[in-house]
């Protein structure tokens, strides 16, 4: 059974300081991860997916890396911005099911 | 997000009651999930289905039911049997094939009057 654990479990920053969010997992046997970003009582976003076969991928601001041998991914934020204030949560897909974190819950400070 | 759509937002059960949640895609999308979230706990994989006609147990299905009778449409019931239903439920949709990415509904949240 896949476990996945991202720490830290909560994060607050100035704007403008860069974030870097953890996330491990138990079974490196995935096709890809995906990080999502969820607002409050809102659902879930979908922010980058990493094949199983890539080391990395970049949107904007967002790069996230994977390493899955050792079962782990980092997502890292640049530059933060107040609007980023969310819960990003890390999901490894094994078959067709996603397996999820409780999520690290981001506060940027203006 | 963009292509589909939960209902209600917000859901109540009386004690002994089934109550449905619809779950509706516009994308021709083959695959769609249902997933339970509970307060500081990540999403726990209900049921999906990846064709019409076609379902399989996720890992907590029991006291929960579904039907794909209709490749738009993905409804979950809440039975009596499930004891604890009261969290966040969301949908999501996928391209086939267990490399594709999922996308998520708003949510509907069920408590119990």
């Known amino acids: 059974k896949q476990e996945v654990t991202q720490i830290p479990a909560a994060l607050s920053v100035p704007e403008g300081e860069n974030l870097v969010l953890n996330c491990s997992f138990t079974?490196?046997?995935?096709?890809?991860l995906q990080w999502f970003r969820q607002d409050p009582g809102k659902g879930l976003t979908s922010l980058l997916l990493?094949?199983?076969?890539?080391r990395e991928q970049t949107s904007g601001r967002l790069n996230a890396s994977l390493d899955k041998s050792s079962g782990r991914s980092t997502l890292y934020i640049a530059a933060s911005q107040p609007g980023d204030s969310a819960t990003y949560l890390c999901?490894?897909?094994?078959?067709?099911?996603?397996?999820f974190g409780a999520g690290t819950t981001v506060t940027v400070r203006a | 997000d963009g292509g589909i759509t939960q209902s209600p937002k917000y859901l109540f059960r009386k004690e002994g009651q089934n109550v449905t949640l619809s779950c509706e895609q516009n994308?021709?999308?083959?695959?769609m999930y249902w997933y339970r979230q509970d307060p500081g706990q990540g999403l726990r994989l209900i049921y999906y289905?990846?064709?019409?006609?076609?379902?399989q147990k996720g890992d907590i299905a029991e006291g929960y039911s579904v039907s794909r009778e209709k490749k738009e449409s993905f409804p979950l019931t809440v039975t009596s049997a499930q004891k604890n239903p009261t969290a966040f439920y969301l949908c999501?949709?996928?391209?086939?094939?267990?490399?594709?990415?999922?996308?998520f509904g708003d949510g509907t949240r069920l408590s119990i009057l």
């Open positions: 999501a949709r996928s391209l086939q094939g267990a490399q594709q990415p999922q996308h």
């Open positions: 289905s990846q064709i019409v006609n076609d379902f």
């Open positions: 990493i094949q199983s076969s890539q």
């Open positions: 994308l021709n999308h083959d695959a």
């Open positions: 999901a490894p897909a094994n078959d067709y099911k996603l397996s």
């Open positions: 079974d490196s046997a995935i096709y890809n």
